[in-house]
């Protein structure tokens, strides 16, 4: 008798556990009114909205009209109702929906702005639902879309220019013969220019500046400064530099070149700025700034010009 209820009790245990386990994962699902953002960038993450036999759920659109004939809904005609607005889209699922179940609902808009697009997950649960969802859409239009694209291109032939032209130079041979190899003299070779008495100081340098020169080849410009260094200074090494012209024209700078830091021992005091420009680019006065590791020691000169 006592083995008898035994086996009875188990098997109301064993029951009730696999009924638990069988019920669907229960999710909160705002009672309230309910917020989703639409971003102009892609995301993996699809939204999820809750919805319940012979309930009522609306979503209401800002920022979007919907394009004529653009919701779809997997198992529509399990759906009471579906009413389509210009920004609005109100759900009835019938009875024949069933808890735990996700059908994915697809909406298009009818302007040129992005995204064009957005799909949500109904999830049908028993008794829940959220009644009004308001779904705002940031809009961002092809236009800015094709500019970036545009943009990206530009930057990419650039780096393939780049890299063309680094494994040229690393390829081809040093001095003048690797000037003539890699198509960076013209046939009026490499053109100096002595700005040792024409350009201008600033007094709070951190080095002082005894000689300089500016190059131009066929398309790239230099200078090359020549330093000696204030009694009592730290070592110094210039790190980074800019070239800007008028209307705040940069030209694109390397790496500044230095042999050893600028000390009272060094032997080769010399730093070189080269930057890629074009003929056109380099017209006018521009102003170098140089900085150092910490970028606290900084030179700057002004009235450079290129031959």
């Known amino acids: 008798m006592l083995a008898s209820s035994s086996a009875v009790l188990l098997a109301l245990v064993l029951l009730v556990g696999a009924t638990a386990t069988a019920q669907p994962r229960a999710i909160p699902c705002e009672a309230g009114t309910r917020r989703i953002e639409l971003k102009t960038e892609p995301s993996d993450e699809v939204p999820e909205v809750c919805i319940s036999p012979g309930l009522s759920s609306t979503l209401l659109l800002y920022g979007a009209e919907l394009l004529p004939g653009g919701v779809t809904v997997d198992g529509r005609e399990r759906f009471t109702l579906v009413e389509v607005g210009n920004t609005m889209l109100r759900l009835v699922p019938s009875e024949r929906v069933v808890p735990g179940e996700r059908l994915r609902l697809t909406v298009r808009f009818r302007d040129g702005s992005a995204p064009a697009s957005a799909a949500f997950w109904l999830v049908v649960y028993a008794g829940q639902v959220e009644p009004l969802v308001e779904v705002y859409r940031e809009k961002r239009t092809l236009e ?7 943009e990206k291109d530009a930057q990419l032939r650039e780096c393939q220019e780049d890299n063309a032209r680094l494994q040229a130079e690393k390829e081809s041979p040093g001095g003048l013969t690797g000037l003539l190899a890699t ?21 709070r340098n ?24 204030i009694p009592g200074m730290e070592p ?30 060094a032997k080769d005091r010399r730093v070189v700025i080269e930057a890629e420009a074009t003929e056109a ?27």
């Open 144 to 150: 800015s879309y094709q500019q970036q694209v545009q």
């Open 183 to 203: 198509g960076l003299m013209g046939e009026k070779g490499v053109t100096p220019k002595n700005l040792s008495e024409s350009v201008v100081q600033h007094s």
């Open 206 to 229: 951190a080095v002082h500046v005894v000689r300089v020169f500016s190059y131009r080849s066929k398309n790239s410009v230099a200078v090359e400064l020549k330093l000696e260094p």
């Open 236 to 265: 110094w090494r210039a790190v980074r530099a800019e070239l800007v012209g008028l209307g705040r024209r940069a030209l694109r700078v390397k790496p500044p070149w230095q042999r050893e830091p600028l000390r009272d021992e």
């Open 281 to 307: 680019e380099i017209l006018g006065t521009f102003t170098m700034k140089v900085w150092d590791e910490d970028g606290t020691r900084t030179l700057l000169l002004t009235g450079v010009v290129f031959p």
